[in-house]
């Protein structure tokens, strides 16, 4: 079992930067892929960025690439995501899920464990 807090949401003018944080429970942290995704009022759930087991394989949608950044630390069971140069269309609550699998990572049903969700809302 693998339990999710994520932290660092907020309010945020355009063109700003946030970093979000997500904590996991458990001694098999290093096992599980992690992906953060996030859903804006009436929309469905859509993939952000996903990070390999060791972190040495990152990915990302295309609405975020050159502007977030995911990496983890399996010493301190946390996933990052640095997001810079933020948009009004990048409001949303953000989650950060945990799976153990190595293919798919963009692609929610992957995932075995999911956070609570931290809220983002960008001013324009």
């Given at each position: 079992?693998?339990q999710l807090?994520?932290?660092?949401?907020?309010l945020?003018?355009?063109?700003?930067?946030?970093?979000?944080s997500?904590a996991?429970?458990?001694?098999?942290?290093?096992?599980?892929?992690?992906g953060?995704?996030?859903?804006?009022?009436?929309?469905e759930?859509?993939?952000?960025?996903a990070?390999?087991?060791?972190?040495?394989?990152?990915?990302?949608?295309?609405?975020?690439?050159?502007?977030?950044?995911?990496?983890?630390?399996?010493a301190?069971n946390t996933?990052?995501?640095q997001?810079?140069?933020l948009?009004?269309?990048?409001?949303?609550?953000?989650?950060?899920a945990a799976?153990?699998t190595?293919f798919g990572?963009?692609?929610?049903?992957?995932?075995?464990?999911?956070?609570?969700?931290?809220?983002?809302?960008v001013?324009?």
């Amino acid at each position: 079992q693998v339990q999710l807090v994520e932290s660092g949401g907020g309010l945020v003018q355009a063109g700003g930067s946030l970093r979000l944080s997500c904590a996991a429970s458990g001694r098999t942290f290093s096992s599980y892929a992690l992906g953060w995704f996030r859903q804006a009022p009436g929309k469905e759930r859509e993939f952000v960025a996903a990070i390999s087991r060791s972190g040495g394989s990152t990915s990302y949608a295309d609405s975020g690439k050159g502007r977030f950044t995911i990496s983890r630390d399996n010493a301190k069971n946390t996933v990052y995501l640095q997001m810079n140069s933020l948009k009004p269309e990048d409001t949303a609550v953000y989650y950060c899920a945990a799976g153990q699998t190595v293919f798919g990572l963009s692609t929610s049903r992957v995932y075995d464990y999911w956070g609570q969700g931290t809220q983002v809302t960008v001013s324009s």
